[in-house]
């Protein structure tokens, strides 16, 4: 499987933007599918993840009723929309996918197939 990530930009604070990631290679509606994200200077963080089926999902508290996570499996994408954006969420956030990993256990270990990054920028 390989992920594509889109959809970034740059966005004023209390915005909003909707980040992309189209998986080509195989299906994956038997994978779990999250976002993570890495801001300048600091470590990469976990953001958010969706379970296969469209299950449950799990979110950083950071970021816990602001971003909503989704899939459609017909189209082969997840998608992050990130609403109430704040200067702190300016990073590069990634795509992640793993055939074992459920949306909860994204929050703690590290999945295995990776997209490139989209850049967010939040603006003053």
């Known amino acids: 499987v390989q992920l594509q990530a889109s959809g970034g930009g740059l966005v004023q604070a209390g915005g909003s933007l909707r980040l992309s990631c189209a998986a080509s290679g195989r299906a994956v509606r038997r994978y779990g599918l999250g976002w993570f994200r890495q801001a300048p200077g600091k470590e990469r963080e976990f953001v958010a993840a969706?379970?296969?089926?469209?299950?449950?999902?799990y979110y950083a508290d950071s970021v816990k009723g602001r971003f909503t996570i989704s899939r459609d499996d017909a189209k082969n994408t997840v998608y992050l929309q990130m609403n109430s954006l704040k200067l702190d969420d300016t990073a590069v956030y990634y795509c992640a996918a793993d055939t074992e990993l459920t949306a909860r256990a994204m929050g703690i270990m590290t999945p295995g197939i990776w997209g490139q990054g989209t850049l967010v920028t939040v603006s003053s």
């Open positions: 969706v379970g296969w089926s469209g299950g449950a999902t």
